[in-house]
């Protein structure tokens, strides 16, 4: 289980919990075994902690003021539908259970539970998620979206953070591709980057993986070259 837990480390959980004493109760229990482990205390706030952070898990109670459980995992199954959502849920909750499944809910636990059910839950789902994060790039190259690490024939490729977060930008923009400028402001938020200082950034990034890897559109930007 040890193996299990330690592939937990690259997830962020966001759970939406109004009932205070028990969401900092599964925070202190499992919140650890995270990269991150984000609270939220109704569901407005939820979903906006939602577009903010881009969990890979939601955990969402079911009765909640301002929006129910169930409303909140509609609305975010519509911007990311992908997305794993649990809900947690009183006895006397079980009749609304009945909605979870039209919105794509993947589990509900029953209150109260022990958290070490919920984990164990976690750990199951992990292999679903890192399944569906890998992303064929041109052959041999593989991109862990979860992660965020490049392998070459199953093999890691060992990048800087910064190119890591460039290889998974060039992947979620449109036809996987940069300007020069949005790359700057992307990878160097508060500094002025040079047009040489970008070209030694690229070219170090394709050392480390291959040349053909990433294409140069000339004097406009870079893009990502694919599986055929």
Excluded at 44 to 68: E, Q, S, Y
Excluded at 77 to 96: C, G, M, N, Q, T
Excluded at 144 to 163: A, I, M, P, T, Y
Excluded at 198 to 212: A, E, G, H, N, V
Aim: glycine share 4%; aromatic share 8%.
């Amino acid at each position: 289980m040890m193996s299990c837990y330690a592939k937990l480390a690259h997830l962020n959980v966001l759970l939406i919990e109004d009932e205070t004493r028990l969401a900092e109760l599964l925070k202190t229990a499992i919140g650890d075994y995270f990269s991150t482990f984000e609270v939220a205390h109704d569901g407005i706030a939820g979903l906006d902690a939602f577009r903010a952070l881009r969990p890979d898990i939601v955990i969402t109670d079911i009765t909640m003021p301002n929006m129910t459980g169930l409303e909140l995992a509609e609305k975010i199954k519509k911007e990311k539908s992908d997305v794993p959502i649990i809900i947690l849920s009183a006895y006397s909750d079980k009749e609304k259970l009945l909605g979870a499944i039209d919105v794509g809910v993947v589990k509900y636990f029953i209150k109260p539970f022990d958290p070490e059910e919920l984990l164990s839950y976690l750990c199951t789902l992990v292999e679903k998620i890192k399944k569906e994060s890998l992303v064929k790039l041109k052959a041999p190259f593989t991109y862990d979206l979860q992660s965020e690490q490049l392998f070459k024939k199953g093999v890691l490729v060992h990048l800087s953070k910064r190119e890591s977060r460039f290889i998974a930008q060039l992947l979620q923009s449109p036809n996987h591709y940069l300007s020069n400028e949005a790359i700057k402001r992307s990878l160097w938020p508060n500094e002025d980057v040079s047009d040489e200082r970008l070209r030694t950034f690229i070219k170090r990034l394709r050392q480390k993986s291959d040349k053909s890897l990433i294409e140069n559109i000339s004097g406009q930007g870079y893009l990502l070259v694919m599986n055929d």
